[in-house]
């Protein structure tokens, strides 16, 4: 069974300024998926970056980036220059190749973007 | 704007009532989702449907019975529901590729309350 960990519950970073979420996950897989998705107080889960596993490239979106170690089996958000829109949990998110495979999500952090 | 819609927003109901949860997307999408999320946790997966056909149903409780009309239609009917069912359900669409990458686009919740 696969395993995500986000240790961190809470994390807080000013406005404008850089911060990383970190997250570990565990499989035996060697194909497969990682995902951030960000959940502010409005509820709807968003997607905010993706990773396939066979791509060594780290994703990039705009301020939203990863930090992808397959070997460490490390999966961490850095969001630079912090906005206010940026305060949620965030998710990250398993997913084997499959078509039905299911999406297992770690803990999740609450950021908190200060003024 | 979601693609995906839930209706209602918000549901209260007795615990002898009998309710149902709507959602629809109109991405084309075969595959679509019914998560529990209660407050700060991650989502809990209850059902998948792929190709109006139900593939997973994690041991939720009968209770809770699934409903796929057709292609863009998920609905969830709720019945003699418990106080510890109060949560927020979301729905979930996603594409069907084998293989390939395809995130789930999740809606905006129905934040249900049992008396």
């Known amino acids: 069974a696969q395993t995500v960990t986000q240790s961190q519950p809470e994390m807080s970073v000013q406005e404008a300024e850089t911060v990383t979420l970190s997250c570990t996950y565990d499989?035996?897989?060697?194909?497969?998926?990682l995902f951030w998705y960000k959940q502010p107080p409005s509820r709807q889960m968003i997607l905010v970056i993706r990773?396939?596993?066979?791509?060594?490239q780290n994703a990039t979106e705009n301020r939203f980036s990863v930090n992808f170690q397959k070997a460490a089996k490390s999966f961490s958000l850095k969001i630079s220059d912090s906005q206010l829109g940026d305060t949620a949990m965030y998710f990250c998110?398993?997913?084997?190749?499959?078509?039905?495979?299911?999406?297992?999500f770690g803990k999740g952090i609450t950021l908190s973007v200060r003024p | 704007d979601t693609e995906v819609t839930q209706t209602p927003k918000h549901l209260v109901m007795g615990m002898t009532n009998k309710k149902s949860l709507k959602c629809e997307q109109h991405?084309?999408?075969?595959?679509m989702y019914w998560y529990k999320q209660k407050a700060k946790k991650p989502p809990e997966l209850m059902f998948v449907?792929?190709?109006?056909?139900?593939?997973i149903n994690e041991s939720v409780p009968s209770r809770f019975s699934p409903e796929c009309p057709n292609s863009s239609l998920l609905n969830l009917h709720l019945h003699a529901l418990q106080p510890e069912d109060s949560a927020l359900y979301l729905c979930?669409?996603?594409?069907?590729?084998?293989?390939?990458?395809?995130?789930?686009?999740f809606g905006n919740g129905t934040r249900l309350t049992v008396t």
């Open positions: 449907y792929s190709y109006e056909k139900l593939s």
């Open positions: 499989t035996s897989e060697n194909n497969y998926y």
């Open positions: 991405m084309g999408h075969r595959a």
């Open positions: 990773q396939e596993a066979y791509k060594q």
């Open positions: 998110a398993f997913k084997r190749t499959g078509a039905n495979s299911k999406l297992t």
């Open positions: 979930a669409s996603s594409q069907v590729f084998r293989g390939t990458l395809s995130p789930l686009h």
